[in-house]
């Protein structure tokens, strides 16, 4: 039996936008996520590398998604709640050697 690939999609947002990235992430096949409450820092040259205003208060998406599907959640997320827009999230992913909770 072979292992599932699996990947950890990741959006850091402004407080507030956790439900709309989930939505966003379930609406390319992402079934569920964790969020947890953050906080941001930059400084003034970031802010304005990235022409955004940092906010402090984040929150944190990670979602588990199989290694197939991982582009178009991350996609979608980005679409909806990315850099240009009032979320201003960033959406990144890691591989993910093993887990324990994925059922084949």
């Known amino acids: 039996m072979s292992a599932k690939k699996l990947e950890l999609v990741v959006c ?9 990235v989930m939505e966003a992430a ?3 096949g992402a079934q569920g996520g964790t969020i947890i409450r953050a906080r941001g820092s ?4 970031s802010e ?5 205003n940092v906010q402090p208060n984040k929150e ?3 979602i588990l998604v199989p290694k197939d599907i991982k582009d178009e959640v991350m996609k979608a997320i980005y ?8 979320a201003q999230g ?5 591989p993910v050697e093993k887990s324990t909770t994925i059922k084949e």
Do not use: C, D, Q, W
């Open 12 to 20: 850091i947002a402004n407080a507030g936008f956790s439900t709309n």
């Open 26 to 28: 379930r609406s390319a």
């Open 42 to 45: 930059a400084n003034p040259e």
């Open 48 to 52: 304005e590398f990235f022409h955004i």
């Open 60 to 62: 944190m998406v990670m």
């Open 79 to 86: 679409k909806e709640n990315g850099l240009s827009g009032e």
């Open 90 to 94: 960033i959406v990144f992913s890691l």
